[in-house]
């Protein structure tokens, strides 16, 4: 535990610095006195004190290094290896500190001399103020427990660049906020523009007080707090259960099962027996988390220590706050701003008033970009310095579209905005009004037009978009969000869910697709993988844990009783695997005869396509299939061996090549022969002029993104069907990289509406 890393035992050198710290004179001198008794007992050469004074870090004491140098050194933040500590807010640790690139020696302090160095960042209320560093002559190796204790000591520090100090040293701890305006770029983890204003998620709680005065009572204290946060994840779940919503039910037991965390609630007591204040002791906590956190590659185990880490948000408000949230009154169009968050901490916002959220962390698969999918939530994640950008109350521009974020917008982003909005708006209108209007194209032919789904708030989009049913189910989001494996009864209540929101529309479900970056933490992990969307997922991982599976088809069995069931397996590479799949089906077909219970109505059972390898079986696969639904996504990944996940490939391969098109183009020939239903379920479908070129090879049903329809069926509606097939004959036999640019040429020819 950090706490007892403290050399000269914690509570000694707690009480030592606080003393320090509270004694009368100058702040300078009590920093001057600090520096001196942190070298001492962390056996150090240099120890020295750099703050953030408007925007930039300077020297603001020193043992060890040239005291002319304080209050004369600055570094800006990024700059060398002390403003690379404050900018990534992580603790940096090294033997041989000239070797690091980011070295940058100032010789007026006369640190040419010292080899390691240990950096940890000041921190207050989750924002960077300044930086502790510590340096030895020789090739120290840092332990993590030493880093720990510098960690405790700065957040020590941190009380006192609150207080005293801002009166001696005006603009101390702050970023120079100019109020001038601002432009992130970041990442789109969801499409969408918004305008509104900036509600700080996290209340920023400062912690004023870190050394307790009475163990006993901060114990107590603690104990409460966690009781009351216990009492409120409970009540939240039972309100959960009460009201239907499949989601976050999931997420709320996850939260449940971290409260009630032994492990986690034993570190916590650890800190506060070790002299800290109950919210110093979920601060420490937090802050050890959010190190093991960036060390964290594994996606799915990140996501579950940012649940942590709102769970600790939520106890530090016990302690301060009685629990309340921080900002009950969202204002309308409320941009939320947050470090991360969960997503049982978005659903519990009133939803209604978010106009978009921007996070410094996310990424694109977490569950609260799914869950603000789901709502159309424009979401940018990934945005550097957000929270020493952004005050409460600012004006936001997020362009989810574009992954970007304007602060305090000039005139220029605001007019480009309002252009970009009633263009948007424009176009919404037109789709709404095209919602009720059959996809039919100029010349007669009816293509179908399907949603893609994965979430029960996905269903309502059915009759928003006037789709006509769901080409693809993504069944494994409901295994992802939830912290143990759902039993065949919660299952089939979800599926049935499902199927009585659907109505009359059909559900394509497609049995779990999970491994490769869709981790399930209760099933056993292959950490090895070098090239897991190659790897054990899928098909591949159902039939070698059958009863997965066996379970999953169970419960859609049992949730489709008297009406029509269709199922698909997903990554099937070749007809044995889609044989081995559906004699497991057969079997629990065969259960429920044997258990004299109803069954579905009619059942349809089909295949992904989306290995290559199975396109040259379809001769032997399609008398078994009663449909194929085409994954561009993955097919063409192996297609064309090119990660889809990787940003630098993105543009590299495209699907409107001539070698993806006749692929394409051979696959529907052959299962209209076979008279076998064939569609396309990737994102190929949501793309206009990509969806354009689909429908000219051959489909006549795809399956995309509710946000995608309105401007399909518009270019359906535009397009005379016959024209377009004769001007690709040329394509598939076409020496081009790509066709998309001939299509666009096609489309504007022809006012087709892409
Ligand atoms: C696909 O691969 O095209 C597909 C629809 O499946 P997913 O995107 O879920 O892998
Ligand atoms: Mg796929």
Redesign the pocket.
């Known amino acids: 535990m950090s706490a007892a890393a403290l050399p000269s035992g914690p509570r000694i050198l707690l009480r030592r610095l606080r003393e320090v710290m509270a004694g009368g004179g100058a702040a300078q001198d009590r920093m001057d006195q600090l520096v001196t008794t942190i070298a001492a007992n962390m056996v150090a050469e240099v120890c020295s004190i750099y703050l953030l004074r408007d925007g930039v870090l300077e020297l603001f004491a020193t043992e060890g290094l040239n005291r002319s140098a304080v209050h004369q050194t600055t570094l800006r933040i990024g700059e060398g290896l002390v403003g690379q500590i404050a900018q990534l807010a992580r603790p940096m640790a090294l033997s041989e500190a000239r070797s690091h690139p980011n070295f940058a020696a100032r010789p007026e302090t006369g640190e040419e001399d010292y080899h390691s160095l240990m950096g940890v960042p000041v921190l207050r209320g989750g924002r960077v103020v300044g930086v502790l560093v510590l340096q030895n002559r020789s090739n120290r190796d840092y332990s993590n427990d030493e880093v720990e204790a510098m960690q405790t000591i700065a957040m020590v520090l941190a009380e006192m660049v609150g207080g005293a100090l801002q009166e001696e040293a005006p603009g101390v701890g702050t970023f120079g906020t100019d109020g001038l305006p601002r432009r992130l770029a970041g990442l789109s983890l969801n499409e969408g523009l918004a305008r509104g204003t900036a509600v700080l998620h996290e209340p920023r709680i400062v912690v004023e007080r870190h050394v307790a005065d009475d163990i006993e009572l901060e114990s107590e204290r603690l104990t409460k707090a966690l009781d009351e946060l216990r009492v409120q994840v409970d009540g939240m779940l039972q309100a959960a259960i009460a009201e239907p919503g499949g989601e976050s039910r999931d997420i709320l037991e996850t939260y449940r099962m971290f409260a009630h965390d032994k492990g986690w609630m034993a570190r916590l007591q650890d800190a506060v027996q070790g002299g800290f204040t109950a919210e110093a002791a979920v601060e420490r906590v937090q802050v050890e988390n959010r190190a093991r956190m960036s060390e964290i590659s594994d996606a799915y185990l990140r996501e579950r220590l940012h649940d942590l880490e709102d769970l600790s948000n939520r106890l530090m408000r016990h302690l301060t706050h009685g629990g309340q949230m921080p900002d009950p009154d969202l204002p309308e169009h409320a941009v939320v701003v947050a470090w991360n968050m969960g997503p049982a901490e978005l659903l519990d916002y009133d939803v209604d008033r978010i106009a978009a959220l921007v996070l410094e962390e996310g990424s694109p698969t977490s569950h609260v970009a799914i869950v603000a999918r789901a709502l159309q939530i424009p979401v940018v994640g990934r945005l550097d310095q957000l929270l020493e950008s952004v005050e409460s109350g600012d004006d936001l521009v997020v362009d989810g579209d574009n992954g970007q974020l304007f602060v305090r917008p000039a005139a220029d982003a605001l007019k480009a905005f309002v252009a970009n909005l009633e263009m948007r708006q424009a176009k919404a209108a037109q789709y709404a009004a095209l919602r009720d209007q059959p996809s039919i194209s100029k010349d007669g032919t009816r293509i179908q037009l399907n949603l893609?789904a994965g979430l029960l708030a996905d269903l309502p989009h059915l009759a928003g978009t006037g789709a006509d049913g769901i080409g693809?189910y993504?069944t494994e989001l409901h295994f992802m969000v939830r912290a143990t494996l759902p039993t065949v009864s919660m299952q089939t209540e979800f599926y049935s869910r499902i199927l009585d929101q659907a109505g009359e529309r059909p559900v394509v479900f497609?049995t779990l697709?999970v491994g490769g970056d869709k981790i399930l933490p209760y099933l056993a992990r292959h950490d090895d993988e070098k090239n897991p969307a190659m790897g054990w997922r899928a098909i591949r991982l159902s039939l070698d844990r059958p009863v997965l599976l066996r379970m999953q088809i169970r419960a859609l069995l049992k949730a489709a009783v008297g009406r029509p069931l269709a199922v698909m397996f997903?990554m099937i590479a070749e007809v044995a695997e889609f044989k081995a799949a559906r004699a497991l089906l057969d079997r629990e077909v065969d259960r429920q005869n044997r258990m004299g219970e109803q069954a579905p109505s009619s059942l349809s059972v089909g295949t992904?396509l989306?290995v290559p390898s199975l396109a040259w079986q379809l001769p032997a696969l399609l008398p078994l299939v009663d449909f194929v639904s085409?994954?561009?996504?993955?097919?063409m990944q192996f297609l064309f061996a090119s990660d889809r996940g990787n940003p630098r490939l993105a543009n590299r391969y495209d699907e409107l090549s001539p070698s993806a098109l006749s692929l394409m183009r051979d696959i529907v020939r052959r299962c209209d022969e076979a008279n076998v239903p064939v569609s396309l379920?990737?994102?190929a479908a949501g793309r206009p002029v990509d969806a354009m070129a689909m429908i000219g090879l051959g489909l006549r049903s795809i399956s995309m993104g509710a946000a995608s329809i309105g401007a399909v069926k518009m270019m359906v509606r535009s397009l005379d069907l016959p024209l377009l097939q004769t001007f690709m004959e040329g394509f598939y036999d076409s020496p081009e990289h790509s066709l998309r640019k001939a299509l666009m040429k096609f489309a504007e020819d022809h006012n087709v509406a892409i």
């Open positions: 893609n693809l993504r497609r697709d997903p992904m989306e085409i994954g561009s996504n993955d097919l379920c990737g994102e």
